[in-house]
């Protein structure tokens, strides 16, 4: 059983938690996963690792409440316990010591970039951030990117932090104004890397994005997340969830979200 420590809800929809697991914390590095599952009944919940800290033994999980699984997590209190935290799955994100680089968060994908960014700032990387979201509400880990990020610029659909507009407004205004990069990490919906990208890869800005189709097992055994890179067949739960941006066939899996 894996203890609650904290919780703390962000908006509406979405809360974060974090659960005492001290294995994971041990070998968890930036761009990998857990699998959680509530109890014996309950579904298996493939979610990014959003922080961790190896002293207290801790991961922190970011989760949207959209199904009967996560509704259940949300359910139980600091105190608590849920019977499995499987991890550290999938593959390490690939860091590198660029001089500058651009993220890119899209609603929950904040969760997932935020210890990419907090990594490459520890290791001397100026980093700028935009953080998309449909409202201001639905801004989140605000303060943490504040913390490790020069640069933190917003976007939103109503206009109520930021411009009114998408993270890729605000991306081509940088990109005009004669902002330099040397690599952008993107993550958030599938249309929003989608869109970074085909602003990004015209001009060779090198750019890596974070997969996240529809997953069972996590370790390659059911092949529901499997997703094409150039001309190879990968899986997302054990070759990413993080590949090259330049690579990735978006309209395939879009139109794989489109079954389910």
Request: hydrophobic share 40%.
């Given at each position: 059983?894996?203890?609650?420590?904290?919780?703390?809800?962000l908006?509406?929809?979405?809360?974060?938690m974090?659960?005492?697991?001290p294995?994971?914390?041990?070998?968890?590095?930036?761009?990998?996963?857990?699998?959680?599952?509530v109890?014996e009944k309950?579904?298996?919940?493939?979610l990014t690792?959003a922080?961790y800290d190896?002293?207290?033994?801790?991961?922190?999980?970011?989760?949207?409440i959209?199904?009967?699984?996560t509704?259940?997590?949300a359910?139980?209190?600091?105190?608590?316990?849920?019977?499995?935290?499987?991890?550290?799955?999938?593959?390490?994100?690939?860091l590198?010591?660029?001089?500058?680089?651009l993220?890119?968060?899209?609603?929950?994908?904040?969760?997932?970039?935020?210890?990419?960014?907090?990594?490459?700032?520890?290791m001397?990387?100026?980093?700028?951030?935009?953080?998309?979201?449909?409202?201001?509400q639905?801004i989140?880990?605000?303060?943490?990117f504040?913390?490790v990020?020069?640069?933190?610029?917003?976007?939103t659909?109503?206009?109520?932090?930021?411009i009114?507009?998408?993270?890729?407004d605000?991306l081509?205004d940088?990109?005009?104004k004669?902002?330099?990069?040397d690599?952008?990490?993107?993550?958030?919906?599938?249309?929003?890397?989608?869109?970074?990208?085909?602003?990004t890869?015209p001009?060779?800005?090198?750019?890596?994005?974070s997969?996240?189709?529809?997953?069972?097992?996590?370790?390659?055994?059911?092949?529901?997340?499997?997703?094409t890179i150039?001309d190879?067949?990968?899986f997302a739960?054990?070759?990413?969830?993080d590949?090259d941006?330049?690579?990735?066939?978006?309209d395939?899996?879009i139109r794989?979200?489109?079954?389910y």
């Amino acid at each position: 059983m894996y203890e609650i420590v904290a919780k703390e809800m962000l908006n509406e929809q979405v809360e974060k938690m974090v659960i005492k697991a001290p294995f994971v914390a041990r070998k968890c590095e930036p761009g990998q996963f857990i699998i959680v599952r509530v109890d014996e009944k309950g579904e298996r919940i493939p979610l990014t690792i959003a922080d961790y800290d190896r002293t207290e033994q801790t991961v922190t999980i970011v989760y949207q409440i959209v199904g009967d699984g996560t509704k259940s997590l949300a359910e139980k209190q600091v105190g608590e316990s849920v019977l499995d935290f499987v991890g550290p799955l999938g593959t390490p994100t690939i860091l590198h010591k660029h001089k500058r680089v651009l993220g890119i968060a899209g609603g929950v994908g904040a969760a997932p970039i935020y210890p990419q960014l907090k990594r490459l700032y520890e290791m001397g990387v100026d980093v700028d951030v935009i953080i998309g979201g449909r409202s201001d509400q639905y801004i989140i880990l605000e303060k943490e990117f504040e913390a490790v990020c020069k640069n933190v610029y917003f976007a939103t659909n109503d206009g109520s932090r930021g411009i009114e507009g998408f993270v890729t407004d605000v991306l081509l205004d940088l990109l005009e104004k004669g902002e330099v990069y040397d690599e952008v990490i993107a993550i958030g919906p599938v249309i929003m890397m989608k869109a970074v990208v085909n602003i990004t890869k015209p001009i060779g800005l090198k750019t890596s994005v974070s997969l996240n189709p529809i997953m069972v097992d996590g370790t390659g055994m059911c092949g529901g997340c499997r997703v094409t890179i150039g001309d190879e067949i990968k899986f997302a739960c054990v070759d990413g969830p993080d590949f090259d941006g330049f690579l990735v066939d978006f309209d395939e899996i879009i139109r794989r979200q489109m079954y389910y």
